[in-house]
């Protein structure tokens, strides 16, 4: 059984540019929920997708967007980077919309610049 | 707006002594969930307390749900250097499936030998 998967590992970006983070989920998982967690902080939820559906959303502007695939993997997408976007972007998996039995990958360190 | 507060945030003790956090909100949560979180890592799941008054144990650490469920707490008895990280309160925000996580700010620990 193999677990969370994100990549990049670490990524620099320009103000102003867009990233696009990658997250394959834990088998048997339908679930992925995207966490955005600044230094020094506890996560933040962005948004979750189930089953290719976004099913919640967190307080976060519609530069952050995602997607997810038949095979359950997912993409954070943020447009128009801005300084405070920089941090450590978590992904994790659940089965039917959890939060029960959270798998979290070892996140993608955005730094923005 | 549902809100977990850790306290202490810093925590820096010696080898083979005890220690509390403690995790604490005006809301009522149905669960809460305890993680673990070390440096350029994703959070672990310790642990999920669902009952008023539950007190559940892993090993050396010892979890508690408030009898009102808006509460828990965390003690960890003769530390050692490998509980080093950053201990997290969780809860599910809103009623019903909604999945999503809400995070108290963390406690970071400290254990030196």
């Known amino acids: 059984e193999t677990g969370v998967t994100q990549s990049p590992t670490h990524l620099i970006k320009t103000r102003g540019q867009q990233v696009t983070l990658r997250c394959s989920s834990q088998s048997g998982h339908n679930t992925v929920s995207w966490y955005q967690q600044a230094l020094g902080q506890g996560p933040q939820f962005i948004f979750q997708?189930?089953?290719?559906?976004?099913?919640g959303r967190g307080n976060f502007p519609p530069r952050f967007s995602g997607l997810q695939f038949p095979n359950y993997s997912s993409e954070l997408n943020v447009n128009a980077l801005e300084l405070d976007d920089s941090a450590l972007y978590l992904c994790a998996s659940s089965l039917d919309r959890g939060p029960y039995g959270y798998t979290f990958g070892s996140g993608t360190r955005l730094t923005v610049v | 707006t549902q809100l977990l507060e850790q306290s202490p945030q810093f925590l820096s003790i010696q080898e083979g002594e005890n220690l509390t956090v403690y995790c604490n909100s005006s809301s009522v949560f149905s669960s809460l969930q305890w993680y673990r979180q070390e440096p350029g890592e994703g959070p672990v799941l310790l642990v999920t307390v669902v009952t008023g008054g539950e007190v559940k144990k892993l090993k050396r650490l010892t979890f508690q749900f408030g009898d009102a469920r808006k509460d828990s707490s965390l003690h960890i008895t003769a530390a050692q250097p490998g509980d080093t990280g950053l201990y997290l309160c969780?809860?599910?925000?809103?009623?019903?499936?909604?999945?999503?996580?809400?995070f108290g700010q963390g406690t970071t620990l400290q254990v030196k030998p």
């Open positions: 969780a809860a599910e925000a809103g009623s019903g499936n909604t999945g999503k996580l809400i």
């Open positions: 997708y189930y089953r290719e559906e976004e099913n």
